[in-house]
């Protein structure tokens, strides 16, 4: 792409303010299964543990997505449930900061992201899990190469009941 919007990062100290406020917000719990708050003290500890350790040590993979022009913290890109004998793992990406909702920051991110599993890390193939009523979520996937490869029925507690689960995958070829 000729029109640079965001560059993946490792994490720093200084990002300990942005997890601490989008790990506590309700309507991320909602994607990313999280159950409780998570205390400033236990967000520092992640982000000095994860430091210097590369993906297969650590089984995952948590980037910062930024602005590249203002180099403001947007969100997040995860890579998770590395399989190494197999060659894959999982995927996540939250823009965090809804003043960069809807601007084209998460596909950029997830294109650079998936290439970097490909290219750099050497995986075979990525998938998601993702609501099925979360459909912005769905399309981002599927206009960045993934296709729907499974449902998963009543996978997810909600509020009033279940929900079902789109598994999505993409291949290196």
Known sequence: MDNIKVRLRAMEPEDVDYLYLWENDPDIWKVSSTLAPYSRFVLEQYVAESMGKDVFEQGQLRLVIE??????????VDLFDVDLRDSHGSIGISINN????????????LRKFVDHCFHVLGLHSLFARIDAGNEPSIRLFENCG???CGILRQWRRIQNGWSDIVEVQIINN
């Open 146 to 148: 993934f296709q729907k």
């Open 98 to 109: 809804k003043n960069f909702r809807g601007k084209g920051y998460a596909s950029e991110a």
């Open 67 to 76: 602005d590249s022009s203002t180099h403001e913290p947007v969100g997040l």
